[in-house]
């Protein structure tokens, strides 16, 4: 039976950096009340005058990617692209990734599980792998959420933690028993949705009939976020996929060489590490540099992670996430 190794890793994030003092000039906020509330100092907004985008950001770390497994683009079998803001509502940008690659006419699947779209993806490439359909696959993560977000007073609480870029993965066929993923965990409680959604635009109701004067306090059409209802799910949720994890593998928390979580909120991971006894050479965090990048946030921080020497082989990596739906999962590889 084949094993699953992510033989890549790339990301790319928008060169357009956006300070909490540059978010102090648009909206009531300062670098103080994001900090003490996120852990934030800046993030990467899309600068409109250039082509970035989910699809060419995810391209753009996917090449990198391919690269790094010592691949060429036409190796790739099969894209998996997570994101909750495409560059079209149709059709999704997998097939995109697969066009500006210049590469053969392969599948490509597109995830929506948002915060936890990457880990969802990995799942999905792990299965392909293993029953032998595919031998190089690509998972990306990217999210142009500056786009969507309401840069007003009133938006504030959700505006100054969404961040813009892409990460990516090559998942690849292994036949060493001793390395891969060892195995995912994916759950869902749906009703719990409108806690943190985007209502609207949806297909009973388009973006014409939601702007009209007489619904100009209508405010569905932005993200919405029940903060701290969130933050007290998130931190259970954490906990629990992690033990599941590690619970199947038969190991324990001291046993991870790097958790990385999906970068919601500095607190959150600050948290969950506390709870865990973990060192701070045992968890890895970039949210202060990138803010919430969502399905992006998890395959960026690895790469960063890989590039500084902090993922080496033979260690124990285990990644977490949490998010809208929500949903929540987790993975535990073995480099």
């Known amino acids: 039976m084949y094993t699953s190794i992510i033989a890549g890793l790339g990301h790319y994030v928008p060169d357009n950096v956006m300070t909490n003092e540059d978010l102090s000039k648009i909206m009531d906020t300062s670098d103080e009340w994001i900090t003490e509330r996120t852990g934030i100092k800046e993030r990467r907004w899309i600068d409109p005058k250039t082509d970035d985008s989910p699809s060419t950001m995810g391209t753009k770390a996917a090449k990198m990617a ?23 509502y149709f059709p999704g940008p ?26 969802y993806s990995l799942s999905i490439a792990d299965q392909f792998i293993k029953t032998g359909m595919y031998k190089n696959i690509l998972v990306i993560g990217a999210e142009n959420h500056s786009g969507g977000l309401e840069k007003s007073d009133r938006g504030r609480g959700v505006t100054v933690i969404f961040g813009d870029g892409a990460g990516a993965a090559v998942v690849q066929r292994c036949e060493d028993a001793d390395r891969g993923i060892l195995s995912t965990h994916l759950h869902s409680e749906g009703k719990h949705a409108e806690e943190l959604a985007l209502i609207g635009p949806n297909t009973g109701r388009w973006v014409p009939e939601i702007i009209e004067e007489n619904d100009a306090e209508d405010s569905s059409y932005y993200p919405h976020m029940n903060g701290n209802f969130v933050f007290k799910h998130a931190v259970t949720r954490f906990m ?13 928390s001291e046993d991870i060489d790097l958790l990385v979580p999906h970068q919601a909120n500095l607190r959150i991971s600050q948290f969950v590490q506390a709870k865990m006894k973990l060192s701070d050479n045992q968890v890895y965090n970039n949210i202060m540099r990138y803010g919430n990048t969502t399905a992006a946030s998890i395959p960026i921080a690895m790469s960063e992670a890989f590039q500084e020497g902090k993922i080496k082989q033979g260690d124990l990596i285990c990644l977490a996430a949490f998010g809208s739906g929500f949903t929540w999962a987790s993975a535990l590889i073995k480099w």
């Open 66 to 88: 391919i690269a790094n497994a010592g691949l060429v683009a036409d190796d790739i079998d099969f894209i998996i692209f997570a994101t909750l803001s495409p560059d079209y």
């Open 240 to 252: 629990e996929v992690i033990g599941e994890a590690l619970m199947a593998n038969n190991k324990k």
């Open 94 to 119: 997998g097939v995109m990734v697969q066009d500006q690659l210049g590469i053969k006419e392969i599948g490509a699947l597109d995830v929506r599980n948002q915060c936890s779209g990457f880990v």
